[in-house]
T-cell receptor, first 117, second 110 residues
Framework: EAGVTQFPSHSVIEKGQTVTLRCDPI?????LYWYRRVMGKEIKFLLHFVKESKQDESGMPNNRFLAERTGGTYSTLKVQPAELEDSGVYFC???????????????FGPGTRLTVL | QKEVEQDPGPLSVPEGAIVSLNCTYSNSAFQYFMWYRQYSRKGPELLMYTYSSGNKEDGRFTAQVDKSSKYISLFIRDSQPSDSATYLCAMTGTWGTLTFGKGTMLLVSP
């Protein structure tokens, strides 16, 4: 079974540019999460989709970040315009609805390393 | 005060040593506790998952939760160089989204 995949693995952009990150969850996983790790800090939650609906977006830092999940499958996270403080590693995670008896066992992708210059 | 405190290390041990990794937390609403292992340039990989206070064992790994002290631990017996990685504690309540510690970098030397 394929795991969570993320694209690109690394992106370097200039301040003010736009970047779109993509996440493909494990097939059949209705829960999809975005997290971010800024250098020197802990991994922090950004938002949570259940199928195509945003369940919780309380972690989104500001309105420069826009997340979508088309048809309840893959998700994109767009940063527009990017700022220096947006640099970090963006992780996507997915889990099945109901979690096979385990609360929210999330499977993580390898992350996208974003560098804003 | 951070919700989850974890010493970032690095923690260096010789091969075969018993390793103890720990996290403390402040939010009593946390009910589910996980340990993730993360190798360099990879995503976190779930190692252990516990719900109640007490111990849970899986091979060389033992996870321990003390809810009264808000303290969780991961023990690694007979540590191997391949165990060298960053270990992240994570926890959640009924809402499901994870709150992480900073992670502890573990280095096991041959």
């Amino acid at each position: 079974e394929a795991g969570v995949t993320q694209f690109p693995s690394h992106s370097v952009i200039e301040k003010g540019q736009t970047v779109t990150l993509r996440c493909d969850p494990i097939s059949g996983h209705d829960n999809l999460y975005w997290y971010r790790r800024v250098m020197g800090k802990e991994i922090k939650f950004l938002l949570h989709f259940v199928k195509e609906s945003k369940q919780d977006e309380s972690g989104m830092p500001n309105n420069r970040f826009l997340a979508e999940r088309t048809g309840g499958t893959y998700s994109t996270l767009k940063v527009q315009p990017a700022e220096l403080e947006d640099s970090g590693v963006y992780f996507c995670a997915s889990s099945p609805l109901g979690g096979q008896g385990l609360k929210d066992t999330q499977y993580f992708g390898p992350g996208t390393r974003l560098t804003v210059l | 005060q951070k919700e989850v405190e974890q010493d970032p290390g690095p923690l260096s041990v010789p091969e075969g040593a018993i390793v103890s990794l720990n996290c403390t937390y402040s939010n009593s609403a946390f009910q589910y506790f996980m340990w993730y292992r993360q190798y360099s340039r990879k995503g976190p990989e779930l190692l252990m998952y516990t719900y109640s206070s007490g111990n849970k064992e899986d091979g060389r790994f033992t996870a321990q939760v003390d809810k009264s002290s808000k303290y969780i631990s991961l023990f690694i017996r007979d540590s191997q160089p391949s165990d060298s990685a960053t270990y992240l504690c994570a926890m959640t309540g009924t809402w499901g989204t994870l709150t992480f510690g900073k992670g502890t970098m573990l280095l096991v030397s041959p």
